[in-house]
């Protein structure tokens, strides 16, 4: 069932994404009257399509990717060269189609000797035709400017030069181009309001906890101990700290008296449940966000009960580190100082690649030092969106409440945070040596991601959506030629030297750099399927 919600949130997601992206290019090149000749879901062969006007509407085999055939995107050559003879459909006198496969018995339509044409009006007169030898006699037929080229699998509409892409002025250019990544951006903002919506906001007026987009096969430890959602926190105590809770401010109190005091106590949480007073102990977590790894407090340090090694890809060197281990000092503080042990390994950014934090130990019984290097502050920073690198954590968060002027403000906050994030790791990329392109994710690798987040509910996938969705704008903004913003880098030349790019060798660069990204796409996809063993 797992594998059958990570397909289904995989297609879900990913195919969203790129038709909203692929409509972006749509809605433009309509607006400014060029021809689209096929929107389609999906890549490989035709499943289902639908003609509407001039374009085909297809659903294609491989739910990854799609595309919006515009005409004149790509350099088109002459569908006539070397053709002498063709069956034609004239009504009226125009020219509706062309036959190619003269051969074909079925095709009941007069054939013709070609002399003359011209189907592209480079000059826009307005006037298309087709020369043909009838009898001896030289004939001019008109040709419909929406006239069908039959081949023998498949059909072609022609696209005179006023109806493709070169034609337009580099204003509608520029918008069509720029309207994939736009429609990702404007996607990002209409997921993270409707997320708002959905969960509401932070209610720190009192102590209700939820446990909202939990994995309850990962249950936090306060969750574990007994706790639910509706839940009114009232006491809480460890040791000689003890609050009164009324607000949330109450709760994240004491936890940052707890923390800064070193303690490695359980936590006795009083709380109120349908009137009913109750009690439970709970063990908090040792959060290190920079090593990924979680802990907890044990008799002789902290021992490691979470560990992911899957997702560092080179951002984090910790293969020395194993669950189970036990961490008796840091860097040569003890264990017994717990308040500095957190603030040893916090202060720890890892932006030297050289430097190491030295762990002491407990494996089997047995004492021992390893180092680990922790991930650069930079991504931390953007990890724990603004919270402590280590913490200490009860796994409680307060209930929420519903606000639609809030949910615009989190719309708007959240496609900004993810615009920064993605610039700041590609930063990253070319600053730390120790992050290389293994970083990357290709499908598998968003795959596993969003098989997790499926399982903490719709808010969850709506947010990773957002996310992705600007990750694929930004990145098709970037100035390759394959993608949208080498596109924009060619009108930018033509703007400057007010000539146009050589279209042959604009197409043989787009065509390069395509197979170099479907290459590296490739180095990905292999990079995370063993990053799965």
């Known amino acids: 069932m797992t594998v059958l919600y990570t397909i289904l949130g995989f ?53 990854i990717g799609g595309f919006c055939a515009i005409a004149g995107e790509e350099f088109e050559g002459d569908p006539f060269a070397n053709i002498s003879r063709m069956k034609l459909r004239i009504e009226n006198g125009v020219i509706k189609g062309f036959y190619l496969d003269v051969d074909n018995k079925e095709i009941k339509y007069p054939e013709y000797s070609i002399v003359g044409y011209d189907i592209y009006d480079k000059d826009e007169t307005g006037n298309l035709y087709m020369d043909v030898d009838e009898n001896g006699q030289v004939v001019r037929y008109k040709v419909d ?49 409707i997320a708002g919506l959905i969960q509401g906001f932070p209610n720190y007026a009192e102590t209700k906890v ?44 004491f936890m940052d008296q707890y923390t800064e005091a070193g303690l490695a106590t359980t936590i006795e949480a009083t709380y109120l449940r349908d009137g009913v007073k109750n009690t439970v102990l709970i063990e908090p977590n040792i959060m290190m966000y920079n090593i990924y790894a979680i802990g907890k407090f044990d008799e002789w340090g902290i021992k490691i009960t979470q560990l992911d090694k899957r997702d560092t890809k080179g951002m984090a060197d910790i293969k020395e580190l194993q669950i189970g281990d036990i961490i008796t000092k840091i860097n040569g503080v003890n264990h017994l100082e717990l308040a500095k042990m957190y603030r040893e390994l916090a202060d720890f950014s890892g ?46 968060s307060p209930g929420y409440k519903f606000s639609l002027a809030k949910s615009l403000v989190y719309s708007g906050k959240q496609t900004a945070k993810s615009f920064t994030a993605i610039i700041d790791s590609f930063y990253l990329l070319f600053r730390d040596k120790s992050v290389t392109v293994k970083a990357f994710s290709g499908p598998v690798g968003i795959a596993v991601i969003i098989g997790s987040v499926v399982k903490q509910g719709l808010v969850s996938v709506l947010v990773l959506m957002g996310l992705l969705s600007v990750n694929l ?54 990079n995370d399927i063993i990053g799965q063993f």
């Open 351 to 396: 932006e030297d690649p050289k430097e190491r934090v030295t762990l002491e130990i407990i494996r089997d019984g047995e004492v021992k030092e390893i180092k680990v290097r922790p991930l650069s502050k930079m991504i931390m920073e953007r990890i724990a969106a603004g919270e402590p690198v280590v913490d200490v954590s009860m796994g409680v």
């Open 11 to 63: 297609v879900f997601i990913l195919g969203l994404i790129i038709a909203v992206h692929e409509f972006g290019h749509y809605i433009f090149a309509k607006r400014a009257g060029i021809l689209v000749r096929e929107y389609a879901f999906g890549m490989g062969p035709q499943l289902l399509k639908k003609k509407k006007g001039e374009t085909v509407y297809s659903l294609r085999a491989f739910p």
């Open 145 to 193: 400017p929406q006239a069908l080229i039959y081949y023998k699998k498949t059909e072609l509409q022609i696209a005179p030069y006023n109806r493709t892409l070169g034609s337009k002025n580099k204003r509608q250019r520029a918008m069509v181009m720029f309207g994939g990544p736009l429609m990702n951006f404007l996607l990002a903002l209409v997921v993270f309001f």
């Open 210 to 253: 939820t446990f909202a987009g939990m994995d309850e096969s990962n249950p936090t430890p306060a969750y574990a101990a007994g706790l639910r959602s509706g839940d009114v926190i009232i006491e809480l105590r460890a040791g000689e700290l003890y609050v009164e809770t009324q607000e949330w401010s109450d709760i994240s109190g």
């Open 473 to 526: 704008g930004l990145f098709n903004l970037l100035p390759i030629p394959a993608l949208d913003g080498g596109r924009l880098v060619f009108l930018g030349y033509e703007a400057i030297t007010g000539k146009k790019p050589n279209q042959k060798i604009e197409t043989a660069l787009i065509t390069i750099t395509m197979l170099l990204l479907i290459g590296f796409m490739i180095f990905v996809t292999f």
